[in-house]
């Protein structure tokens, strides 16, 4: 006869040497990039510091690389905006740090403030602008490392005739 009772296990599971998995030193998934661009968003020594503001483009710095991933961080004055792109054949991840910034797809467009992310995969397309009448900083991990970022022409959901191309 079994039931669940008859079930016991010897010992700590917990110490069984082959089911611990060490720890990473650099991500290698989605959801591993995703927490180490929350992590640095949650830590502004780290970014702050760093941040400039460019009236004539959008200001960027490399902030750390890794094997098979870079992490940037960028500052929008009022009214910059990225254009209608994609990034290659690289994932990422977008994180708002300060500020509010809007994304743009052909499909929708979404407002994004402190702590939001956007997760994305290659050949994702869209347009990332500071429509709003303060300053915004976000975070931006491509993975692979980012080697190109194709514009598009045609316009996004809720883009005016004057929004960046």
């Known amino acids: 006869m079994n039931s669940d009772s008859d079930l016991q296990i010897a010992g700590d599971i917990?110490?069984?040497?082959?089911l611990l998995q060490p720890p990473r030193e650099h991500p290698v998934t989605v959801a591993?990039?995703?927490g180490l661009a929350r992590a640095v968003a949650a830590d502004p020594d780290q970014w702050a510091p760093l941040v400039r503001?460019?009236?004539t483009s959008r200001w960027y710095h490399r902030l750390r690389t890794g094997p098979g991933y870079e992490m940037?961080?960028?500052?929008?004055?009022?009214?910059q905006g990225s254009g209608l792109h994609?990034?290659?054949?690289?994932?990422g991840v977008l994180t708002v740090l300060a500020g509010e910034?809007?994304?743009?797809?052909r499909?929708?467009?979404?407002?994004?403030r402190p702590g939001a992310q956007r997760v994305f995969a290659p050949g994702y397309v869209h347009e990332v602008t500071n429509d709003a009448l303060e300053p915004a900083v976000s975070?931006?991990?491509y993975f692979p490392g980012l080697t190109e970022m194709p514009m598009h022409a045609a316009q996004c959901a809720g883009a005016s005739a004057t929004a960046p191309a």
């Open 139 to 141: 975070l931006h991990v």
């Open 107 to 112: 499909r929708a467009a979404r407002t994004l």
């Open 32 to 34: 591993e990039f995703a």
């Open 72 to 79: 940037w961080l960028l500052s929008w004055v009022p009214g």
């Open 86 to 91: 994609d990034h290659g054949p690289s994932s």
């Open 14 to 18: 917990l110490e069984v040497p082959h």
């Open 53 to 55: 503001y460019d009236a």
């Open 101 to 105: 910034l809007t994304e743009r797809t």
